[in-house]
């Protein structure tokens, strides 16, 4: 893996070595501070074809690489809270946040438990209650869903063990209300892995700090959706690059909202 930016500090951030995980991890860390009082830093981290494609026959995995897979568990075992749409969770099988050792005592001194929360997004509670990311993960799983949630659907959460929080007055969740509801549990240091519709609806709400971009150099071509595909913006938002690492062709982005950097 190689820095490209910001500039080098030396000749040796050019050549070719794989970077640690703790490396890593303080390059990836979080700001010290959420940017405002009450609210969550909101990541995201996804996965592009050089034609824009956000998954290949419905999952990322194919559009990844080792150094992408080391590059998101790194952003995993530094977040509070992974934040994930529901047709996510199903798509890609979904599974609890595992502890690992090399996060331990950066968590530990963070003040973070062994694993970070997994947070689903869902209005009709269509999931599959019985799974393991329900009935055993080594932290709760926790549902954001809206206060018209079908009954039946919330008691069928709650009986799987799921911490059910209310983010959104009708059936559905409203983005807008996601990162404070979250932040409110102490869970202020937020990765979303998407699916396009939930990013897309975070970049219409204006709450996306951040956008992580590996950019896989493939075209996939097909009918697959580009990583956001939620609400129209009436003016595109402007994010500021803050960094490029580049490994085998792929090229690991990083940028901030511009106005909060």
Not at 234 to 244: C, I, K, N, W
């Amino acid at each position: 893996m190689r820095r490209l930016f910001p500039s080098p500090l030396s000749p040796a951030d050019l050549d070719e070595r794989e970077w640690g995980l703790d490396e890593l991890a303080d390059f990836y860390a979080y700001p010290d501070a959420p940017p405002a009082q009450g609210r969550a830093w909101l990541r995201a981290n996804m996965v592009s074809s050089l034609d824009g494609a956000a998954h290949h026959e419905g999952r990322s995995q194919p559009l990844s690489s080792d150094a992408d897979m080391r590059i998101f568990g790194t952003l995993r075992g530094l977040a509070d809270a992974v934040v994930v749409g529901a047709e996510t969770v199903r798509q890609e099988g979904y599974r609890p946040a595992r502890a690992r050792e090399a996060f331990a005592a950066r968590r530990a001194a963070l003040g973070q438990g062994p694993a970070p929360v997994i947070a689903v997004v869902s209005a009709g509670l269509g999931l599959d209650f019985s799974l393991p990311l329900f009935t055993s993960p080594l932290v709760p799983t926790i549902v954001l869903t809206g206060a018209e949630a079908p009954a039946d659907r919330v008691a069928a959460a709650r009986a799987a063990g799921a911490e059910l929080v209310v983010a959104g007055e009708g059936r559905g969740v409203d983005p807008a209300l996601v990162p404070g509801a979250l932040a409110e549990r102490g869970l202020t240091r937020l990765l979303t892995e998407g699916g396009p519709r939930l990013l897309g609806q975070f970049a219409a709400a204006g709450v996306l700090d951040e956008m992580c971009l590996s950019l896989a150099p493939m075209m996939a071509a097909g009918s697959a959706p580009r990583i956001a595909a939620g609400p129209h913006l009436e003016v595109p938002e402007r994010f500021a690059l803050g960094s490029v690492l580049e490994e085998d062709g792929f090229l690991f982005t990083r940028y901030t909202r511009h106005q909060r950097i």
